[in-house]
């Protein structure tokens, strides 16, 4: 992870912005994305982006 300045509406992370959206999932769900964030140092926001980034990575899908 970096250590630079978050500003808004500059990306540090990722090319783009992220933008605000809502999900829904079960109580259990949650508890494990976010003991799993907590692990890896990381917000559950960035679990989900890298989860979402790897579906459409090549390496994501070795067996096809």
Do not use: C, D
């Amino acid at each position: 992870m970096t250590n630079k300045k978050r500003l808004r509406n500059i990306p540090i992370l990722h090319s783009e912005v992220k933008k605000r959206h809502q999900i829904v999932v079960t109580p259990t769900a949650w508890k494990n994305m976010n003991q799993v964030a907590t692990e890896r140092g990381i917000s559950i926001s960035e679990l989900i982006e890298e989860f979402g980034r790897r579906l459409k990575s090549p390496a994501a899908y070795p067996h096809k």
